[in-house]
DNA sequence: CCACTTATGACACCAGCTTACGTATGTCGA
DNA sequence: TCGACATACGTAAGCTGGTGTCATAAGTGG
């Protein structure tokens, strides 16, 4: 239900620029000529569009390259440093920063570890620093930055304030967007961690190729981020996919259970040298997780699910027995794979949503 | 992640007539002058997409309308019975055909009972001859029907076959889609009764006002359809919303239990006149169900829940215990609410199925 | 019959895209 | 060195579609 507003000359020219400029960021260095190709545009408005890009600092023209046959063609690139976006993971552990340019390449990493107790403002706090840190560190003005956002576990609304959370002491209620514009003065955005980590995925991850994806975030906590047509999926409340939170799923309990003495890695680790116990006790592990992910795979019927966080790492350990599980309770399972990110998937999530933002705005709405 | 198209000139005139298309029938019979404001595009352009849309036979001109002020304006009208579409619920005890206008306004209703063990082919062809019934008796002439649409018990792929029927024999397999297109010779759709019923209250119904949405149908077995955006999502087979399924739901036994000796019907009844023990056992039945619902609604996170079906007739002697157990169980259950349907909601979500398609036809894809 | 109201019709104008064609600027081979 | 060739550029003409303006038409009311 797209909000239908009439058209005069000028949306036209909206189009094209989105076109073009979606062109030229998939090519790369390119021509005018070639441009026109590959839109399906005349020369004209591609180099039409192109100046007024140019104006506005997006598009940067190179010198022409020699050596080919005929006129040498003017070049043009994007200027991916025209703006810089920030993403951040605000965990429990520990805090995650990542500042990338407009195409999304990450620039520099900061990483700061936060006692699991912590308070929030002195959650808060590192977390601001270390967004300024990897800024700083960077040798970039702060003022380049164009767009933050953050992730957090907790059921984070849609004006990016943590309505609910349960594992970190202080959360609920904390205006994380809020603070975060502060940091640099900028528009700031906040979502639940385990949508980021979706968002991540579907970007640069295990899900590129596809539109539905369950993504399920294994840490202290298990979480889940939902994208329907490629597309974040949050809820009303921006609830959607606290399905742990359903005691017959139980995932709060296995989480509990597989960490009761060793650590979790140990067992894992046990698991996959083939001792007889540690197997025993992630297969229950995986029995567990399936109830949830399969009553979100059953609601979602989904093309993908995607496991990712601390345990994820453990590989087909967990993922076999998991994928066996789905099968037994799933009228047809999804097909299951690992992230293809480390730690860092909740803040790569984050960048792309910042650049989300960014990229509506370069466009004018 | 929307296909993206260079656009010429005619772009505008795509985007301006569905504008003004839009208008037209939200205001009825209108003027120039009047929907030039209300769109905001000029009485010149109105004008003009009104003159094709006029040859194309969508619109008619009306005689001006005297007596007031001024210069009598030239009126226009949507022609609704331009064409046609079917909407049918082929169900396990009987076949629903509704005959509908462009308006979605229906013209006549045709039903015929199907018994429960009835083979596939008999099942078809008893849809078939009610649809044509349905319209035959209308006197309106079978080519003037531009799409039909049917919604069916299980899981039914986008090609619009059957690829999971748990209730009905030899079901499973059938191309419904198929066969109702050679009905009427026209293009044909079919989706799961769940999903069909979805749409139509969020056409007509409870959900007017939502845009993320989950609608349970409750009858010999309980399905779901999820809304999402407004649009309809099925899932990569068409399996979304089948969390009925699961086994920790419970959903089947909740069924079978309800009914054991006495007909559903009888213990509404007699909960509603105050029997303890059926009261106990609509709450048994309630509170099963809530497990299933609160997995759709800590999934999706919707703006609203519709119950719907037979067994949603009985109201709040069932729907009040449903929202204390949901209650229970979800972090903020969504507002539960009874479809504003009887028996006829699935053939009207189909008629609206139908709909979109001859809509996005009448555009020019 | 005249004043007033409201919609129409015709005209000029603008933005934006396309096609066409001549021109500029390089490479390649004799 | 020079002409042939290839390729891209620059400009102009023309189309579509949308907007604003203004005189005019066609009613009502006194």
Not at 118 to 146: F, N, P, Q, S, Y
Not at 149 to 169: E, K, M, N
Not at 170 to 186: E, K, Q
Not at 264 to 279: C, M, P, S, T
């Amino acid at each position: 239900m797209t909000e239908l507003r009439p058209g005069d000359a000028s949306l036209l020219r909206k189009v094209n620029t989105q076109v073009t400029l979606r062109a030229l960021r998939r090519e790369g260095v390119t021509t005018l000529t070639r441009l026109g190709r590959v839109t399906g545009l005349s020369r004209q408005t591609v180099e039409a569009v192109l100046d007024e890009l140019g104006e506005r600092g997006y598009v940067r023209e190179l010198p022409p390259d020699e050596g080919a046959m005929g006129r040498p063609a003017r070049r043009f690139a994007f200027r991916a440093d025209a703006g810089h976006v920030v993403g951040v993971e605000v965990g429990g552990d520990a805090v995650v920063a990542a500042l990338a340019d407009l195409d999304g390449e990450v620039i520099a990493w900061e990483r700061a570890p936060v006692p699991g107790g912590a308070a929030a403002h002195e959650r808060l706090e590192a977390a601001g620093r270390t967004a300024l840190k990897c800024v700083d560190g960077a040798g970039l003005a702060r003022r380049r930055i164009w767009a933050v956002a953050a992730g957090t576990p907790g059921i984070v609304d849609r004006t990016g304030r943590v309505s609910l959370s349960l594992t970190l002491p202080g959360w609920t209620g904390v205006d994380l967007a809020g603070l975060a514009g502060g940091w640099f003065g900028c528009t700031a955005l906040a979502a639940n961690d385990a949508n980021l980590a979706a968002l991540a995925e579907h970007w640069r991850g295990s899900a590129r190729h596809v539109s539905d994806l369950v993504y399920v975030l294994l840490g202290h906590r298990a979480g889940a981020g939902i994208l329907i047509g490629g597309r974040l999926h949050q809820g009303r409340r921006g609830a959607a996919g606290e399905i742990g939170t359903l005691r017959q799923v139980g995932w709060e309990r296995a989480v509990r259970e597989l960490a009761e003495d060793a650590s979790a890695a140990e067992v894992f680790k046990a698991a996959l040298a083939g001792d007889r116990a540690a197997v025993r006790r992630v297969d229950r592990y995986a029995e567990h997780l399936a109830v949830g992910a399969s009553a979100l795979a059953l609601t979602v019927d989904p093309d993908l699910l995607v496991l990712g966080g601390a345990h994820a790492r453990a590989g087909d350990v967990l993922l076999d027995p998991l994928r066996r599980h789905l099968a037994e309770l799933c009228v047809n399972a999804p097909e299951v794979v690992a992230s293809a990110f480390g730690d860092e998937g909740v803040a790569m999530g984050a960048v792309r949503l910042a650049l989300d933002h960014v990229e509506r705005e370069m466009l004018g709405l």
